[in-house]
T-cell receptor, first 111, second 112 residues
Framework: GQQLNQSPQSMFIQEGEDVSMNCTSSSIFNTWLWYKQEPGEGPVLLIALYKAGELTSNGRLTAQFGITRKDSFLNISASIPSDVGIYFCAGQIQGNEKLTFGTGTRLTIIP | NAGVMQNPRHLVRRRGQEARLRCSPMKGHSHVYWYRQLPEEGLKFMVYLQKENIIDESGMPKERFSAEFPKEGPSILRIQQVVRGDSAAYFC??????????FGPGTRLTVT
């Protein structure tokens, strides 16, 4: 089955720094979604991407759908303490509703 | 979490008992999905349902697990004769159609 690899697995950054993380797949996806999960909670949808090459922003977050359709990137600018959490990418194949989730990137902000 | 409701939030069962997890989708959403998450891992798809129909159950174990989404009422994920390996967080998501899925807060199942 499909596998999504996220990197880095974890990041330790200082407040105010920019963050970049990516997600790569062995298969093509038609939709990429980025979620954030905090302890004890469900994933919260951040950004949805539907077209190869698409670049979409949501406040300080920007995500891109890779041209090959096998990867996606998420950037967070000027990080703040509430950005702490685990970020998951998820891919969806056309005609198949289930989401395949990545392994997650844990973001920690050092005071 | 955009209005998807799950209950209970925490459930403790002894080995061999049954677990029933409930999910009420967002208003206007007719697609429901169940996922399982083990500690320190991503979510794994279990089953996709529309009202009164199971559309895709490719991620559901063949035995002891079942799901339904009746015409009236919440979607139910049922685990019979629970074992320790069933301990996990179970998340429900809903969508109005294909694409974006919105998740509930999850049910944390602990099997003792």
């Amino acid at each position: 089955g499909q596998q999504l690899n996220q990197s880095p697995q974890s990041m330790f950054i200082q407040e105010g720094e920019d963050v970049s993380m990516n997600c790569t797949s062995s298969s093509i996806f038609n939709t990429w979604l980025w979620y954030k999960q905090e302890p004890g909670e469900g994933p919260v949808l951040l950004i949805a991407l539907y077209k190869a090459g698409e670049l979409t922003s949501n406040g300080r977050l920007t995500a891109q759908f890779g041209i090959t359709r096998k990867d996606s990137f998420l950037n967070i600018s000027a990080s703040i303490p509430s950005d702490v959490g685990i970020y998951f990418c998820a891919g969806q194949i056309q005609g198949n509703e289930k989401l395949t989730f990545g392994t997650g990137t844990r973001l920690t902000i050092i005071p | 979490n955009a209005g998807v409701m799950q209950n209970p939030r925490h459930l403790v069962r002894r080995r061999g008992q049954e677990a029933r997890l409930r999910c009420s989708p967002m208003k206007g959403h007719s697609h429901v999905y169940w996922y399982r998450q083990l500690p320190e891992e991503g979510l794994k798809f279990m089953v996709y349902l529309q009202k009164e129909n199971i559309i895709d159950e490719s991620g559901m174990p063949k035995e002891r697990f079942s799901a339904e989404f009746p015409k009236e009422g919440p979607s139910i994920l049922r685990i019979q004769q629970v074992v320790r390996g069933d301990s996990a967080a179970y998340f429900c998501a809903s969508s109005p159609s294909s694409g974006e899925q919105y998740f509930g807060p999850g049910t944390r199942l602990t099997v003792t």
